[in-house]
DNA sequence: TTGTAAGCGTTATCAC
DNA sequence: GTGATAACGCTTACAA
């Protein structure tokens, strides 16, 4: 039961090896007779070649990486989705590693990823480093060769990246509140360890002392972008009193945790609090209920990551670019947050 | 910018390749002195071996992959997650693709999984192909080596496999329905071209049939698992009027389509109408929603398929073995199906 | 305890 | 058009 190789094939089709291959790669001349007779051997063998006897020589693999921080979240597999439509077109193959934002995870994750010699690869960081680590990931950045980051930069890594317009999407989500009459406005918060949870809160904050409101600091609920985080410093906060007439969320699954609270507490949304949250929340729709958030096209940042990708493997030396892209608010019913 | 192999290595810390590859595997004898040379070497100059050329000799690739028909679908992903943490404390990556449930892309899937000789395969197909397509599976699935199926089986492959007591499962879920006072019932039926399919329905139908309630024609609803058909041919019953009072729904997909059509109808579960489902429905409890349906321990059934899969990997002789699990009918509420 | 060298299954460069 | 054959980067007897 040994393996089939190239050379089986070969000898019972009476040619050299490198006839067979130029059949495998469809690459140089081969009479249509030799061609035939390689093909049935194939067929009659069950010849599958060897991608790492492949690779050795070539040097190419076809497959393209994957890591991301939470494959339960929403938000990462519908890029994944996006991406995997234009690298399979592409004729990459998708190596995927979910890390659920654990350092060591992420390190193997890239460690596995440099061995194999993948073409490329989408990388969401689990955490931001601090310098030290910083520095380590970025040699191996360079080391594993393109790359493009999702949603998450690392600061000075000079890498390709597709990015939200954090800051100015939570400002938007706060001013839709603002303008709904709200005057006493709270936040869960995201993971602040996070650029992004600082941009979130940033933009949030802006809003507010644009329009002259405070910001108490019970109204500010620590969150690590996580439901139960979320849940946990909303029940807090209700025990507490005097709570916000309305409640920005920084992400789907901190609204989740937030949303279950409120309601637990018999609180309806948007008639006992209002509320809005950085990307949507699904699956409500089937009871009537949907929630106001900011929406962002998943699909289509995977997408401009994959295509990103791509075109840096075609010219590696092409100077570095970074996507930034803005979404709308989304407000369900007309007057301000009132689920449809 | 050349690869660096082991021989540069082996020449920077003065010694042999053999013994660095010693080092690297921490296999055989190296003194305390020359291990550490070629630690540093090898730290200094940033090497990560090849895992193609590893691979070569050695045959081994430490990689499982994983075909799924949708990641989308939280039932898969859960059983990643199951999967992924008993594979990855074996050591193993996952090399994971998702079908999106077309006969092409699975067929790609592993096609690409035999060139990659992966060392293990968890496996639930895109569709339950014909005769002739199923001895080219097989086929296949032997070339692979080592198969553990899940939630759909194959016709005659003799692999290993977790499945759900699909039929029992829904006569359950039906029995559930009639206990709780309802005569006339409808179901959202499956992919029939399923094997799963056909079994919920069976389960279904002999529920009603134990019963002695009929089922009409028009009360079957041509489904296949997906949440668009789900909705459509609810929409188009709903028109039809005679409304039955219940309705089972074959998965968690159709049932999202089944009850957004009713709830767009202007009707209330259970007020209106008796539901229950096939897997439950996810994210409702932010609303203080929830459905009455049958639940399966998915992670478990990943966990269960992955460890099936390495002892089959650590003996390939082993007689084959099938795991089904039966699951708990789970109501909301002491009454009926009260959306708590 | 360490080094040499023969594979592993491909590709690619030559000659023919 | 086609066939030897030398890489590719690693492991592993086998010697030393």
Redesign the interface.
Known sequence: MD?ITIRDIASRAGVGTATVSRVLNKSGYVSAKTRIRIESAIEEL?Y?????????PT?K?GVVALVIPE??N?FF??I??GA?SVL?RAGM??????TDNVVE?DKAAL??I????VEGLLYTPAAEYNERARTEIR?ALT?IGPVVLIDREIEGSGVDGVYSDNEGGAYLCAKALIDAGHRHIGIVNGDLSLKIGRERFAGFQRALREASLPLRKDDILPGNFSECAAYGATRARLAAGDFPTAFFASNNLSA?GF??AV??AGMRIPQDVGFIGFDP?????????RFSSLERDEQGIGRDAACLLLERMASPQMAQRRMVLSSAVHLTGSEQFF?R
Chains 1, 2 share one sequence.
């Open positions: 393996e069950g599958v070649p060897s991608a790492a006897a492949r690779t050795l040097k693999t494959l339960g929403p597999y519908k994944i989705t995997a399979e193959h998708l190596f995927l590693s979910s995870r460690y596995a440099r061995q194999l010699r040699k080391a989740h949303l279950r309601h637990e929340i699904e699956g409500t729709d089937i009871v009537g209920v689920p």
